[in-house]
């Protein structure tokens, strides 16, 4: 699984989203001319491309990724610049877009892989912190840059504190210094490091092999669980809605697959290997 570097019409688009016939997409951001800043163009693709990939049954799992030697430098100055001249509303509107990105891409059905190589700054920590799974290369850096340039890294924050925890964000996004990417594991943004961006599709590959033998609904579900029960307080409320989920996929058709070659000694019908 390689990200596409061909020279086709196709390649000089800001956005890419290509699939395999096993049902792995991958987004790229192709902007390697500016070390992949998004602005609100690249905002809009994203969001398109990520709900269309969230409707599409066909796909089982997303890589995102980019294009060039760094994975993102978060906003582009260009964008920025002009947002610094538009009134308060159309500020609001602006910054909801991207809260929507982060939104759509956190709360995406399928499992999300992120591969970091180099910078990932400002927003790019929030996409990392929204993907399921994160990928760096040892000599990747992650910095919370925004109050360097006097803003605060708002929209991300829900996403990066529950990433990183509160007591480093009290740190990272006071002082805005560059982590590395073994701080980052340590923090938890980061699943894995790999030494070089070369890399980074082997260890991709090892948990797509992983993903690919679950239940597509069971993964979905799963996910909402977390989201469910993260940070709530143990009582009745939260143990009767566990038990309406495990209740609720044990009736499921891919419960019933699961449990049946289970018990059968079969794959399940969604392992196509």
Request: charged share 25%; hydrophobic share 40%; with cysteine.
């Amino acid at each position: 699984m390689t990200a596409n570097t061909s020279t086709s019409p196709a390649a000089t688009e800001q956005v890419l989203l290509e699939q395999d016939q096993n049902g792995i997409a991958q987004l790229i951001i192709n902007r390697p001319e500016v070390h992949n800043a998004f602005d609100d163009s690249v905002i809009e693709q994203l969001i398109g491309k990520l709900e269309a990939v969230d409707q599409d049954n066909s796909v089982r799992v997303l890589v995102l990724r980019s294009n060039g030697k760094n994975f993102s430098a978060g906003a582009d100055l260009g964008w920025m610049k002009r947002m610094a001249q538009n009134s308060h509303q159309e500020n609001m509107e602006d910054a909801g877009r991207l809260a929507r990105l982060m939104e759509v891409l956190n709360n995406l059905s399928k499992p999300t892989i992120g591969l970091v190589q180099g910078a990932a700054y400002g927003g790019a920590v929030g996409l990392a912190a929204c993907c399921d799974i994160v990928i760096a290369t040892e000599s990747s850096q992650f910095c919370l840059s925004e109050v360097k340039i006097g803003l605060i890294p708002a929209v991300i924050s829900p996403y990066v504190v529950r990433a990183i925890g509160e007591r480093q964000s009290r740190r990272y996004f006071l002082t805005a210094e560059a982590f590395s990417a073994a701080e980052a594991r340590e923090f938890g943004l980061v699943h894995d490091i790999v030494p070089s961006a070369d890399l980074l599709d082997d260890a991709c590959n090892r948990f797509i092999k992983q993903l690919r033998r679950n239940s597509p609904q069971a993964m979905n579900a799963a996910k909402a669980l977390i989201f469910a029960v993260s940070s709530k307080v143990i009582e009745q409320p939260v143990i009767e809605d566990t038990a309406r989920r495990i209740a609720d996929i044990r009736v499921s058709d891919e419960g019933q697959e699961g449990l049946g070659s289970f018990l059968e000694k079969r794959k399940p019908n969604w392992i196509q290997e």
